[in-house]
């Protein structure tokens, strides 16, 4: 119980029998190694997605905290215009920074889990192809799924940082868009 409710059940399955049952019913050294090493990259994945959603939670209070330093500065600063504005300024470039660190770790992750699901494939695709005949070797099929995986990596590498202004300084209103 404790296994599900924190996010890694299929580590469940090394203690309730679960993976001796599927390892005695692998019947070649291929579906053995595929079924051990699924086993223990599904754990990985869960525990990987464990500290994400750990990280997520960081950022989520990091923005929390902003906000509430930028309220409270807020209310020191009273009627200045000027305060005001610096310290939204200031409040909305922490902002940026935060998503920026976010956006990154987001990144790692995506890439991770791809990693982690193109492995399994290949360990799968030379398990089951013996068995099932495509008209083309496991090897074959290894690398298209290789190659598709990292093309998925290479997608999610090329992406950039959102940028979230664009333009001139509009003072006093702040930034202003352009183009």
């Not at 930028?70 to 009273?78: M, N, P, R, S, V």
């Not at 200031?90 to 990154?104: S, W």
């Not at 398990?127 to 999610?156: C, R």
Request: charged letters at 20%; hydrophobic letters at 45%.
């Amino acid at each position: 119980e404790f296994l599900q409710n924190n996010g890694f059940g299929s580590l469940e399955t090394f203690f309730d029998g679960s993976f001796d049952k599927l390892l005695a019913g692998a019947e070649t050294v291929e579906e053995k190694f595929a079924v051990t090493f699924n086993a223990i990259a599904e754990s990985a994945q869960e525990a990987f997605n464990f500290i994400s959603n750990a990280s997520q939670a960081n950022f989520d209070a990091e923005y929390s905290r902003l906000e509430n330093q930028k309220e409270i500065a807020l209310q020191f600063a009273g009627d200045s215009a000027v305060a005001r504005a610096k310290i939204e300024e200031d409040a909305e470039t922490k902002k940026k920074e935060i998503a920026n660190r976010e956006f990154k770790a987001k990144q790692k992750q995506a890439i991770f889990n791809i990693a982690i699901d193109t492995a399994q494939a290949i360990v799968s695709t030379y398990a089951q192809v013996p068995k099932v005949d495509f008209g083309v070797s496991a090897t074959t099929l290894a690398l298209i799924i290789g190659g598709i995986g990292a093309t998925q990596i290479g997608m999610v590498a090329a992406q950039k940082v959102p940028q979230y202004w664009k333009g001139t300084d509009n003072a006093p209103a702040g930034l202003a868009y352009t183009n």
